[in-house]
């Protein structure tokens, strides 16, 4: 069993940084791809970013190309989400998953198995 702890979000201005944080415990973390969502408020889940379990092929959002960047560590079993060049339609829950089994990233919402509980990202303008 996995179990993810998102840390990180805040509240902030348009234009700030923030670095969300994914800590997992659990041995399937290192063979798992890891993916970020958000959700807004009357909105349906949505992805972010993923990566796979070596760290490399992230992939990502139209919306958050070239300002996100997705990164993990084994380490220390976290993976990260920084944020850069925020903007007030960032604002969501923002949510870390896992694909066990060595699988590559995928886009999809169902694709994932295990889930973190959230950490909200507000972004003033």
């Known amino acids: 069993q996995v179990q993810l702890v998102e840390s990180g979000g805040g509240l902030v201005q348009a234009g700030d940084s923030l670095r969300l944080s994914c800590a997992a415990s659990?041995?399937?973390?290192?063979?798992?791809?890891m993916g970020w969502f958000r959700q807004a408020p009357g909105k349906e889940r949505e992805f972010v970013a993923s990566i796979n379990w070596t760290g490399g092929s992230p992939i990502y959002a139209d919306s958050v190309k070239g300002r996100f960047t997705i990164s993990r560590d084994n380490t220390k079993n976290t993976v990260y989400l920084q944020m850069n060049s925020l903007k007030p339609e960032d604002t969501a829950v923002y949510y870390c998953?896992?694909?066990?089994?060595?699988?590559?990233?995928?886009?999809?919402?169902?694709?994932?198995?295990?889930w973190g509980q959230g950490t909200q990202v507000t972004v003033s303008s």
């Open positions: 659990g041995r399937a973390f290192s063979g798992s791809a």
């Open positions: 998953a896992g694909r066990r089994g060595y699988r590559s990233t995928s886009y999809g919402v169902a694709d994932y198995d295990y």
